[in-house]
């Protein structure tokens, strides 16, 4: 490693780590035929990259990444004198069109910066996916987004996504993620987080434990989807590995990441196991065949299972449905 190591994006500083090919699951299934539920989001967004929008050849390479979203950033990972020539590049990018499947989105420059209104009206005009905008505290920034979006005349299909990166925008969580039609996804930023909080960054995250569940509370009663914040060391994959599996345990949909090393556990770890996936085929044949033989109880696997049990079982094999249709090939046009 240079000695200049420590001012580049980790995408730059970790060129050597090869990038696994995307696997198609073993369980192809189908979706149930139920009413999809308010808190499901059944959009994969299992591992979503930034790239810095400074590196031209990065967001080239992101065409080829089996990450289900990705950041194209405008903010941290570009400098100052850099800001405009980045702009310029990733609305481009953006507008483009040119990333297949992956849910694309643009993070603009915070609130009060020189450079926020200019990014705004950039990314209204590329139409990415949604816009990523750090900083957000209060409910009045994410109506501001969205006024700024539609004077820019951003399309409707534009999403805005906040990031929760202070204790004022925790403490606030509900009433941040309530506050706009747009408003589609939470966005933890754990290292802006950590830094306010002056806590120390752990394995297990103890310190941020509180932070997270007030989070997940706020998207789950409005919801919204939630991404787990970043992991810093891009070598520590087994590191990595375990705070997935902890987003996970916790209810997080995906993980934001720095590095394509990471996707590949990433996507693995939130994605539902082949056990998962039996399971819940069982639950709900289960509970079927039981209403079918005017029975109030069904069990599987020696357990009693009711509605809600369902309710989770449909979630999981929507998951499975929209990650398995990513990999399938597309039909060719008539004639081709």
């Known amino acids: ?44 967004r299992r591992s979503v990259l930034y790239m810095p929008g400074a590196n031209e050849r990065a967001l080239e390479k992101a065409k080829s990444l089996p990450a289900d979203a990705l950041i194209l950033d405008l903010e941290d990972a570009v400098a100052p004198d850099a800001k405009a020539a980045a702009r310029e590049r990733v609305a481009a990018a ?33 139409g990415p996916d949604a816009v990523v905008v750090p900083k957000v505290d209060s409910a009045e920034t994410v109506r501001a987004v969205e006024r700024a979006l539609e004077a820019a005349g951003a399309p409707d299909r534009t999403a805005v996504w906040a990031m929760l990166e202070t204790p004022r925008a925790l403490l606030d969580a509900r009433t941040v993620a309530a506050a706009g039609e747009r408003l589609t996804v939470l966005v933890l930023g754990t290292n802006d987080l950590a830094k306010e909080l002056h806590a120390e960054h752990v394995p297990g995250r103890a310190p941020l434990l509180t932070s997270l569940s007030l989070a997940l509370l706020a998207a789950r009663d409005t919801g919204r989807a939630i991404l787990d914040g970043v992991y810093n060391d891009v070598r520590d994959l087994e590191g990595f590995e375990a705070e997935c599996v902890q987003g996970r345990q916790f209810g997080f949909d995906g993980k934001t990441l720095i ?53 989770e079982a449909r979630r999981i094999l929507a998951a499975t449905a929209a990650i398995t249709a990513r990999h399938s090939p597309r039909p060719s046009a008539p004639g081709l």
């Open 259 to 311: 590095h394509p090393s990471q996707i590949e556990p990433c996507n693995r770890v939130f994605a539902p196991s082949d056990a998962q996936v039996g399971h819940a085929r069982r639950t709900i044949a289960a509970f079927e065949e039981a209403a079918r033989d005017g029975r109030g109880v069904a069990t599987v696997d020696g357990r009693m299972i009711e509605n809600l049990h369902v309710e």
């Open 1 to 44: 490693m240079q000695d200049d190591d420590a001012t580049q994006h980790p995408y730059e500083q970790c060129q050597e780590y090869p990038v696994p090919d995307a696997t198609p699951l073993s369980h192809p299934l189908p979706l149930p035929d139920a009413t999809p539920l308010p808190h499901a989001n059944p959009r994969p």
């Open 94 to 126: 953006a507008a483009s069109r040119g990333y297949g499947h992956r849910e694309v989105t643009i993070r603009v420059n915070g609130p009060g910066t020189p450079w926020h209104a200019d990014d705004l009206r950039a990314a209204a005009e590329a």
